[in-house]
């Protein structure tokens, strides 16, 4: 991935996101949440995750994103 300018609008870092190989396959990306806090603000960044009904877990600051609609189950 490339890297990103500060300068970006929200609405282009999260189309940058969701562009990318992992997310377009429906699979799990992870962001620093002092990025998205800093790039799009935490409210924003979640309320989008939910319009798209993906669950988002955060551990060790980061967020991890499933980009899909499917059950998360811990099995340890």
Avoid: Y
Wanted: glycine share 6%.
């Amino acid at each position: 991935m490339t890297a990103m300018p500060g300068f970006l609008s929200s609405d282009h870092w999260i189309s940058h996101l969701f562009s990318s190989q992992a997310a377009r396959e429906g699979s799990v990306v992870r962001r620093k949440v002092r990025d998205v806090e800093r790039f799009v603000g935490r409210e924003v960044f979640l309320e989008e995750m939910r319009r798209r009904g993906f669950p988002v877990l955060e551990n060790a600051g980061q967020f991890v994103i499933f980009c899909n609609r499917e059950p998360i189950r811990r099995v340890a």
